[in-house]
Structure formats: structure tokens, C-alpha cells
């Protein structure tokens, strides 16, 4: 869009004054601090969950048959509006790495010895397998997430018979998913997820401030119960379709 349209108009005072708050050093500073960073990263890894959820709804119409896969897939696809969706997907996901590995670094050098000996979660502790292992978790997952891109976006590309336009992506995945390895290597990484969603879910909340010994606990639960449906869910298509297909 054009600078100085009605929608982006840079002489508007609203505008200037948003811009001007943004470039602030006092703004920049906020979102540096540790308080602001564990903000940020509550507040893109709860983005990045939401959208787990619109995923795992959009893969399982793979089981309402070839022709509303293809038609989903392509109301997808040709929206003009998935390309400004997934930059700002993209750039959600660089900032919510970027965040976790600045805080983690930051935490290494105010405690550089690390404890002679390392225990989970016990008593009141929320200490876990999760939470101990979030870095690695999340360094797999965007490994994983490379793969997925490359084979299901950017991999073989089939037109629906007597089309010029919509692409097959239903024989595609059915293709992907008959190798038994890929299903496995699938599976696993989608585990990998829910461990990760498991502590991310109610670290997020508990960085927007939703932590009170009253209700903790419940949302800790809540956490661990979305993680099990959205990394079982995940992980249950690729096992239906090799089977079932």
C-alpha cells in the first residue's frame, strides 16, 4: 500500500505518535529488560499456539476426502492475504527465538556454574522434564518445521485433474505419508511439540500475569491437557493416513 494512503497516512498525529512510541528508547527498553522479555515470549509462543490449533483443524479435513482437502487448501492458498500472514507468522516465530535465546544466554552468565546436581519437579517445584529441556525442544522443532515447509509448501507440486490452478496437496501428503519413516519421524516430532507446549502454555499465561496460587494449578492442567490434544492430534493424522490410505 502507498505511503501516505488513508490507511497508513504518516502526516496523521495518531500515526506519528504510535511510530514515535515504538522508536522510543524508553519503549525499546521495556521489551529488553528481562520483565519485557519474558512478556515477548509469553506473548509469541501463545500466538504460536493459537495458530497450532487452526493447523491441526486444517490437517484433519485430510479425512473428509480429496475434493474439500483440495478446496481448503486452495481457499488458502489463493487468499491475498496469506502472504502478509505468513511474514508475520515468520517474524513471530524469529522473535519468539530470538527472546528465548537471549534470556536463556542472559541467565548462563548470572549463573555460570550450573548445580552439581540437577532434580525435577518435586513437592512445589515446577521443575520438569518440560521446562528443563525447552531449549532443546525448540531447537528440534524449528528443525522439524524446515522439513515440514520444504516437503509440504514447497515440495511436489500436482494439479487437481482438469485444473490449471488448484494444486492436489491431498495426493501429496498421501504420498509423504506412506513411507513408514517419515510417519515415524512425524510422530516424533510432533511429541516433541506437546513437550514443549506442555511447560510453554502455562509459562506463557504466567508471564501475562495469570499466576495466583488459586488458580496455578488450573492452569498448569489446562496447559498439560491442550499440549496432549494438540501434540496427539498431530501426531494421530500421519499414523491414520499411512494406515488408512
Known amino acids: 500500500m502507498e505511503v501516505g494512503s488513508s490507511q497508513y497516512n504518516l502526516e496523521d498525529p495518531a500515526t506519528r505518535a504510535g511510530i514515535a512510541i515504538i522508536m522510543s528508547p524508553q519503549f525499546r527498553r521495556v521489551f529488553s529488560s528481562s520483565?519485557?522479555?519474558?512478556?515477548?515470549?509469553?506473548?509469541?509462543?501463545?500466538?504460536?499456539?493459537?495458530?497450532?490449533?487452526?493447523?491441526?483443524?486444517?490437517?484433519?479435513?485430510?479425512?473428509?476426502?480429496?475434493?474439500?482437502?483440495?478446496?481448503?487448501?486452495?481457499?488458502?492458498?489463493?487468499?491475498?492475504?496469506?502472504?502478509?500472514?505468513?511474514?508475520?507468522?515468520?517474524?513471530?516465530?524469529?522473535?519468539?527465538?530470538?527472546?528465548?535465546?537471549?534470556?536463556?544466554?542472559?541467565?548462563?552468565?548470572?549463573?555460570?556454574?550450573?548445580?552439581?546436581?540437577?532434580?525435577?519437579?518435586?513437592?512445589?517445584?515446577?521443575?520438569?522434564?518440560?521446562?528443563?529441556?525447552?531449549?532443546?525442544?525448540?531447537?528440534?522443532?524449528?528443525?522439524?518445521i524446515i522439513v515440514h515447509v520444504k516437503q509440504f509448501k514447497y515440495g511436489t507440486f500436482y494439479l487437481v485433474e482438469g485444473s490449471e490452478a488448484v494444486r492436489d496437496l491431498y495426493r501429496t501428503e498421501i504420498e509423504v505419508f506412506q513411507h513408514p519413516l517419515w510417519v515415524a519421524f512425524y510422530v516424533i516430532a510432533t511429541l516433541l511439540v506437546g513437550l514443549h507446549l506442555r511447560h510453554g502454555i502455562a509459562s506463557g499465561l504466567q508471564s501475562l500475569g495469570l499466576d495466583h496460587p488459586k488458580y496455578t494449578r488450573r492452569i498448569t492442567a489446562w496447559g498439560v491437557g491442550l499440549a496432549v490434544v494438540i501434540a496427539g492430534g498431530l501426531a494421530v493424522i500421519p499414523v491414520l493416513v499411512h494406515l488408512l490410505f
Open 35 to 144: 520483565v519485557g522479555t519474558k512478556l515477548l515470549i509469553g506473548l509469541t509462543g501463545l500466538a504460536l499456539f493459537a495458530y497450532l490449533i487452526l493447523h491441526l483443524a486444517g490437517n484433519a479435513a485430510i479425512f473428509l476426502g480429496q475434493e474439500a482437502f483440495n478446496e481448503y487448501s486452495h481457499f488458502l492458498i489463493a487468499n491475498p492475504l496469506i502472504v502478509p500472514i505468513e511474514i508475520a507468522l515468520l517474524l513471530v516465530f524469529l522473535l519468539h527465538i530470538y527472546k528465548t535465546v537471549t534470556m536463556w544466554m542472559a541467565n548462563r552468565r548470572a549463573r555460570p556454574v550450573g548445580y552439581a546436581k540437577k532434580e525435577l519437579a518435586r513437592h512445589t517445584s515446577r521443575k520438569s522434564v518440560a521446562s528443563s529441556t525447552m531449549i532443546a525442544s525448540g531447537v528440534l522443532i524449528a528443525l522439524f
